[in-house]
């Protein structure tokens, strides 16, 4: 097979597993079965037809239109299986064709279905981040031959930091601002990416976050009481740790040693 072919593989098995994303995101946080029924419209609850189920084509054939009852689809849907088979695209790119692909799609499939339900529900499914803790420790060291004791300091400090941050603030406030869903998405996060992830995950999230929630302050005139969900720039600053994170390093030693 043709490098190209194995692109347009990979790129198309991408966007499969978005679609399937997609049944996550809805049905997750409704506590429905992401496996019965089959998908169907959310509005007439028509059974979708597999040649109108194809990921990104069948969204332009039907013009963004159900079939059945012609309500609008969300352009949400399209959109994750567009960005997932870019990702995995990407990720192929980078680690190419073997384990650390797999391992690393994973994870960053599950980052995207964490990041789009906590956007519409402020909510981190434990059903995700549970088992993405022991999986992500797993994947990490037989997949990513990340070394078994960085793998599980970046567990528990993953969780562990976050959860002091909530501890503290909440002291202070006397108000949550942390949820128990961030502190376990961080000790997956560090699970899979290692201890040393977590210098870059929480500069990057930490600063991403504080930006949109600034502009979106100003945009709604909302007060500092205005609520945004972390979890997304945490999932952000993850998959940017996987393309960024040995540049990051790199930069920091060069101005550490000249």
């Given at each position: 097979m043709t490098a190209l072919f194995v692109e347009i593989l990979v790129f198309v098995f991408g966007a499969a597993v978005g679609s399937f994303l997609n049944v996550c995101i809805y049905r997750l946080p409704a506590e429905q079965s992401i496996v019965r029924p089959g998908s169907r419209c959310p509005h007439c609850l028509t059974p979708i037809r597999w040649y109108d189920n194809l990921p990104l084509l069948s969204f332009l054939i039907l013009r963004g239109r159900c079939r059945a009852c012609a309500a609008a689809i969300s352009w949400r849907y399209p959109a994750v299986e567009g960005l997932t088979a870019l990702l995995a695209l990407l990720l192929f790119w980078k680690y190419g064709p073997g384990a650390a692909?797999?391992?690393?799609?994973?994870?960053?499939?599950?980052?995207?279905?964490?990041?789009?339900?906590?956007?519409?529900?402020?909510?981190?499914?434990?059903?995700?981040?549970?088992?993405?803790?022991?999986?992500?420790?797993?994947?990490?060291?037989?997949?990513?031959?990340?070394?078994?004791?960085e793998a599980l300091?970046?567990?528990?400090?993953?969780?562990?930091?976050?959860?002091?941050?909530?501890?503290?603030?909440?002291?202070?406030?006397?108000?949550?601002?942390?949820?128990?869903?961030?502190?376990?998405?961080l000790a997956m996060i560090g699970a899979f990416l290692g201890w040393k992830s977590l210098i870059f995950i929480l500069l990057v999230s930490s600063l991403t976050g504080a930006a949109v929630g600034i502009a979106l302050m100003v945009a709604k005139g909302a007060d500092t009481?205005?609520?945004?969900?972390?979890?997304?720039?945490?999932?952000?600053?993850?998959?940017?740790?996987?393309?960024?994170?040995?540049a990051f390093f790199n930069f920091l030693m060069f101005h550490r040693l000249f």
């Open positions: 692909f797999f391992a690393a799609f994973a994870f960053t499939a599950a980052l995207i279905a964490v990041t789009f339900i906590d956007i519409d529900h402020q909510i981190i499914p434990d059903v995700i981040s549970l088992p993405g803790i022991p999986i992500g420790f797993l994947l990490a060291v037989f997949a990513m031959r990340l070394p078994w004791l300091l970046g567990l528990l400090l993953g969780g562990g930091v976050l959860y002091a941050i909530a501890v503290a603030y909440e002291l202070a406030t006397k108000r949550e601002g942390m949820g128990g869903g961030d502190i376990k998405l009481k205005y609520a945004v969900p972390f979890g997304p720039f945490l999932s952000l600053a993850a998959v940017a740790y996987l393309f960024f994170g040995a």
